[in-house]
């Protein structure tokens, strides 16, 4: 008996101490001296728009021209361009991108007022490490009772290229 108590304490304390050392073994995102997502020590916040600012000045990987902040700012389509950066509480990082179309775009649908599409959002992922991508692009549907929702499309890429070659989307 005495045993089995025994033993019961020290897997108990074994896996505290455990618990303990991996947690200081994890860095922990944007702490002063650590490495941060765009490669530079992270002593003081970044000026500007922190990762907005930094991904708007990169390309990318299928289209190397022009830099994303000038494909998507310089869209003509568009008539109003938000940039948000969210962090989530697991520490990972995304880039929100929503552009606005004009109400009488055509290719939008409306489904007798109910429904129609205001814009699109394109989600960027920054890792840890300084890389990036697109990890979703997604229809805004603007609803009869003035919210929205967010719908996936399945042919992202085609998005993108009509965004690089100012070209209208539609739907």
Same mark, same amino acid.
């Given at each position: 008996?005495? +045993?089995?108590? =025994?033993?019961?304490?020290?897997?108990a304390v074994s896996f505290c101490m455990n618990a303990c050392i991996k947690e200081e073994q994890t860095?922990?995102?944007?702490?002063?001296?650590?490495?941060s997502v765009h490669g530079a020590k992270d002593d003081k916040a970044p000026a500007g728009n922190g990762?907005?600012?930094?991904?708007?000045?990169?390309?990318?990987? @299928?289209?190397?021209?022009?830099?994303?902040?000038?494909?998507? #700012?310089? &869209? =003509?389509?568009?008539?109003?361009?938000?940039?948000?950066? =969210?962090?989530?509480?697991?520490?990972?990082?995304?880039? @929100?991108?929503?552009?606005?179309? +004009?109400?009488s775009s055509p290719g939008l649908f409306s489904g007798k007022g109910e429904a129609s599409v205001k814009?699109?959002?394109?989600?960027?992922?920054? &890792?840890? #490490?300084?890389? &990036? *991508?697109?990890?979703?692009?997604?229809?805004?549907?603007?609803?009869?009772? *003035?919210?929205?929702?967010?719908?996936?499309?399945? #042919?992202?890429?085609?998005?993108?290229?009509?965004? &690089?070659?100012?070209?209208?989307?539609?739907?």
């Open positions: 008996m005495r +045993k089995t108590i =025994a033993t019961g304490i020290l897997l860095p922990k995102p944007n702490q002063p001296g650590q490495k990762l907005v600012d930094v991904l708007k000045g990169k390309s990318l990987a @299928d289209f190397s021209s022009p830099t994303i902040g000038q494909a998507f #700012d310089g &869209y =003509a389509f568009f008539t109003k361009k938000e940039w948000k950066e =969210a962090r989530t509480s697991t520490g990972k990082v995304f880039v @929100d991108f929503e552009g606005w179309f +004009k109400s814009g699109i959002q394109v989600k960027f992922a920054v &890792y840890p #490490d300084g890389s &990036y *991508g697109v990890v979703m692009v997604s229809k805004i549907i603007g609803k009869g009772d *003035g919210t929205n929702s967010y719908i996936p499309v399945a #042919d992202s890429k085609a998005i993108l290229e009509k965004i &690089y070659a100012n070209k209208e989307i539609s739907f």
